[in-house]
């Protein structure tokens, strides 16, 4: 099962997708994870990714579409993925339709994960990081056993800097002009599914149960 989460920063994609992952034992990949851990391990990759980041912009897509396609080569991902913050732009989902098309292949499902714009706002300042394995939790809404220290591996937990109200209006504007044209992509190709991402995350993850099932 292959399958693109979308839907602005901050609405809960990498949340629903790592329930996905779990359940459906398939690779959950983010192309912003994987820009963090390059900035966290200090790679020449992760330098130029970071420049961009802070700045509320999309990574540039030679660098993106580089580190993608090496991840989903690997062997974990014969059997399908959940992809979560790629593709971010329609040049994106071309390279992906081109790679799936060599392989005879499609994704099954797009699934758009509705959230108002107001929401977003309370939902990325409130969002906390560990810097080491990219567990996500919300100061209001998911918080940790203990606060400021990941439930999964005790290290501390962060705002990222992308995630101050400054850089998150830009991050916005990015999405409506970029990433929303997917949504329109991926709904003439048939495969677009929404859910009411407003709900409490259990039950988006019902509604997202009943698309896939
Ligand atoms: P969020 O989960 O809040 O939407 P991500 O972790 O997906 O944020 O992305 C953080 C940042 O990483 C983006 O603002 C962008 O700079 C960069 N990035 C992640 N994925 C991509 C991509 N597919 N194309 C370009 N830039 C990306
Ligand atoms: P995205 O990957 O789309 O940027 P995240 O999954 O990181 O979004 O979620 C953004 C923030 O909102 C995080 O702090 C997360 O814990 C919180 N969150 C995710 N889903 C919900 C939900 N359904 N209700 C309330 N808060 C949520
Ligand atoms: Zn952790």
Do not use: W
Not at 131 to 142: F, K, M, P
Request: charged share 30%; hydrophobic share 35%; net charge negative.
């Amino acid at each position: 099962m292959k399958i693109i989460m979308l839907g602005a920063p901050g609405a809960g994609k990498g949340t629903q997708a790592k329930m996905i992952a779990e359940t459906y034992h398939i690779p959950h990949i983010s192309t912003g994870d994987m820009f963090r851990m390059n900035i966290k391990n200090g790679t020449e990759l992760g330098m130029e990714a970071k420049t961009y980041m802070d700045q509320g912009l999309l990574v540039p897509d030679e660098l993106t579409v580089r580190i993608f396609l090496d991840r989903v080569a690997k062997e974990d991902c014969k059997d399908g993925y959940v992809l979560d913050g790629f593709p971010r732009n329609i040049p994106q989902a071309e390279v992906l339709e081109d790679a799936l098309n060599k392989l005879g292949d499609q994704i099954d499902y797009a699934i758009d994960v509705e959230v108002p714009d107001e929401n977003i706002i309370r939902r990325m300042s409130g969002r906390r990081a560990c810097t080491s394995c990219g567990a996500t939790y919300h100061i209001e809404h998911v918080p940790p056993k203990k606060e400021g220290i990941c439930d999964d591996c005790g290290d501390a937990l962060v705002l990222r800097d992308d995630d101050r109200p400054e850089t998150v209006e830009k991050r916005l504007r990015v999405y409506q002009e970029q990433t929303q044209p997917l949504i329109e992509f991926y709904s003439k190709k048939g495969v677009l599914r929404s859910v009411d991402g407003t709900k409490d995350m259990q039950d988006v993850f019902k509604e997202i149960e009943e698309i896939i099932k």
